[in-house]
């Protein structure tokens, strides 16, 4: 299977349990694997057959401050099965962080796989 990733989206959104979290934004971070047979755009060199990852970053971006949660578990999982969805995507692999959210940790987060056949 060939992959498209995105390694180090940056994003500022509201998540967090605690109320003085709800009230304020965070930087998030992520990073993307996703499963995408590029043969298609290869062939002929065609732009309309890849895998958008200028807008998947923008979509991360996007869903992310419309649907504020809690848990980046919940984030995760949402965000994966959305894109999964949106963008036709077979198969992904999302690790989100969240910059020094735990003292002297650089980072905190989870990571997470999914397959189309597990989310619908």
Known sequence: MDKVFISG????????????????????????ELGWYIKPAAENDELDKTLDYA????????FANENPVDLLETLAHRTAEHLMHKYGIEWLRMKLHKPHAVHNAQSVGVEIERTMASIT
């Open 55 to 62: 807008g998947i970053s923008i979509e991360i971006e996007r």
């Open 9 to 32: 989206l940056s994003i500022q959104t509201t998540i967090g349990f605690y109320q003085w979290e709800k009230e304020i934004k965070q930087t998030l971070v992520f990073d993307l």
